[in-house]
């Protein structure tokens, strides 16, 4: 997956692919500044007016006197003609309190168009500048013609982003990839919900999706999900995934390094690593050297092999790709120590999550009734019948 560049830290506008990135960035900080309603392409809010300074009252307004010559103190008015005065000073003075607070707001706003200016123009190259971010233009008409510039169609992107989504909810084929395929989902779904993509905007449909996508491998988390977890109003998909993750980490913690194969490994591959090793074993014990490659009279005889004991190793086999009903784990119901705690040693502490969902779905689950109940009829002896001749 190709990483959009960087340039101090912020993403750096190069081609279509960097645009749902470098735009989410740029909304961030104008959401931050608290004007990216006056710049969004749809429906902008104008821009704060420069407030306009109110103009101190005159005492030539309110001078009626016989004299030629303008007043200087406002003394000199009448008594009629001095509580108008001072009434208009009282007038201006709110004025100017109120005037003082919107320049305030506008000034703020000023700057915070000035920074994100210089963001728009250190996260763009240069040519796109020359063609788009033209000097005296709004920050609205930067924007869109970044957009025009870069080849960006908004019904395009949604169709990809559809395509990207559909392709996240492949269902999970093991675990050893579960966080990879959680984070993919995650993303995909993100990208779908933003790009307005109606499968990722109805909760309930992306549930559905969501459980039809992990229930191959995680049949009881689907199942109790889709009982408890999906009924919830409040439920949303970033709840959904935490909850998946947090099953899966009980279930099967990620490991690193070399433990992270061995950990994982189905039966299959443990038995396909297992034959490769003893093949190259074999291949270096075998190999002639210069002095043995002539043949020899004297060469022993090689002793058979003892027999191996096939049944042992298929049943140890079939045990460990047995899933436990109660728990996920690789082993038999009757070896389960949320069922049989006697069992159990005695630094083993059951987690109090999947304590109360065995609890649960000893309760309301047919299945792990049934399986509580004993062996089925398919391990029960088989009692030949003789042939006889009427």
Not at 9 to 34: E, H, K, M, P, S
Not at 199 to 206: E, G, N, P, R, T
Request: hydrophobic share 35%; with cysteine.
């Amino acid at each position: 997956m190709n990483t959009p560049p960087h340039h101090d830290a912020f993403v750096l506008l190069c081609d279509r692919q960097d645009w749902t990135t470098w735009i989410f960035q740029i909304q961030g900080r104008a959401a931050a500044y608290n004007i990216w309603d006056n710049i969004k392409l749809d429906c902008p809010v104008p821009f704060l007016e420069k407030p306009t300074r109110p103009i101190l009252p005159s005492l030539s307004r309110y001078y009626r006197g016989t004299s030629i010559q303008e007043p200087s103190n406002p003394s000199e008015l009448s008594p009629q003609d001095l509580e108008a005065y001072k009434e208009e000073m009282e007038r201006h003075r709110a004025l100017t309190e109120e005037y003082k607070l919107d320049y305030s707001e506008y000034k703020t706003q000023q700057k915070s168009i000035c920074h994100l200016t210089e963001l728009i123009q250190s996260t763009v190259l240069p040519h796109l500048q020359r063609t788009s971010c033209f000097p005296g233009r709004s920050l609205q008409e930067w924007i869109f013609n970044l957009k025009i510039s870069v080849g960006v169609d908004d019904l395009l992107e949604r169709e990809r982003a559809r395509d990207r989504y559909r392709d996240a909810l492949k269902p999970m084929r093991n675990y050893n990839t579960w966080e990879t395929w959680l984070a993919e989902y995650d993303q995909a779904s993100s990208r779908a919900a933003t790009q307005g993509v109606a499968d990722a905007l109805q909760i309930q449909v992306l549930m559905r999706d969501f459980i039809n996508a992990v229930s191959k491998l995680e049949p009881i988390w689907a199942a109790t999900f889709q009982n408890s977890g999906r009924l919830d109003p409040l439920m949303t998909r970033k709840e959904m995934i935490r909850l998946f993750r947090s099953h899966m980490n009980l279930c099967h913690p990620p490991m690193t390094g070399e433990h992270r194969a061995g950990a994982f490994a189905t039966p299959d591959d443990a038995s396909f690593l297992a034959d490769v090793e003893a093949a190259a074993q074999r291949s270096k014990r075998d190999a002639p050297s210069a002095m043995d490659s002539a043949p020899s009279a004297k060469r022993a005889k090689r002793k058979p092999a003892p027999p191996s004991n096939k049944r042992s190793s298929k049943n140890e086999t079939e045990n460990t790709k047995r899933k436990c009903p109660v728990c996920g784990c690789h082993h038999g119901v009757e070896d389960c120590w949320y069922i049989h705690d006697e069992k159990a040693p005695t630094w083993w502490r059951p987690t109090e999550a999947m304590h109360s969902l065995v609890a649960y779905r000893k309760q309301n689950d047919p299945e792990l009734q049934n399986a509580l109940r004993g062996p089925s009829d398919l391990f029960a002896p088989i009692v030949k019948r003789e042939m006889t001749r009427d």
